[in-house]
């Protein structure tokens, strides 16, 4: 249980990373992912990763300039343009639907404008996902200048879009529906610098 824990990644450029290893029973249709991040990185990196064999940007949460979010469904992405941070955690939910091909990111409890992305697609459900690297062939192919530095939180996978309600429930830390991937039930491996520490402060 990592209630109240983070994952500090504590070099920069890093190529350390965490496994997550999440129940998969059929490929996903619609999902959100969501986490808490705390980082000082001006340069591009990797949020959330999860590659399957065919396809290594399934699912990428990537942030390319600090006023920006790049989210990737099948290999494609779409841009959610964000206000800067003011240096401190950034919570981030990103959903998707395949019937309407909308993606909605949620920075801090409040949602940016939808976009429209790869309406039909299906996400595999045979996958390798990573925290802290982007990955350019499964499991691996990492661009040190592309990795995570700094410390990261609260990481939820749902195989459903959150309703506004429920998104907001995770910005506060409140109660939320059961997930593939949830926080305080985590199965997850370190591999390289990473160290699992308290979070300093709510």
């Not at 996400?123 to 410390?151: K, P, R, W």
């Amino acid at each position: 249980d990592l209630y109240r824990k983070v994952f500090v990644f504590r070099k920069d450029p890093s190529d350390a990373y965490v496994v997550l290893r999440a129940r998969l029973e059929q490929p996903l249709h619609n999902f959100t992912v969501c986490l808490r991040s705390y980082t000082d990185l001006s340069r591009p990196h990797s949020l959330f990763s999860y590659a399957t064999r065919a396809q290594d940007n399934e699912i990428l949460l990537f942030k390319p300039k600090p006023e920006e979010y790049r989210f990737y469904v099948g290999g494609k992405f779409v841009t959610f343009r964000v206000p800067e941070g003011r240096g401190d955690w950034e919570h981030v939910c990103a959903s998707w639907e395949s019937a309407s091909g909308i993606a909605e990111l949620w920075l801090n409890g409040k949602p940016r404008p939808r976009k429209g992305l790869q309406r039909g697609y299906t996400v595999g459900a045979t996958a390798a996902i990573l925290l802290g690297q982007e990955q350019d062939s499964f499991g691996g192919g990492f661009d040190l200048y592309n990795s995570f530095s700094g410390e990261l939180s609260d990481v939820y996978l749902w195989d459903a879009t959150l309703s506004p309600d429920k998104m907001r429930a995770a910005f506060l830390s409140l109660r939320l529906p059961p997930a593939l991937l949830a926080w305080n039930r985590l199965s997850y491996e370190i591999k390289g610098d990473v160290v699992v520490k308290p979070r300093l402060r709510e």
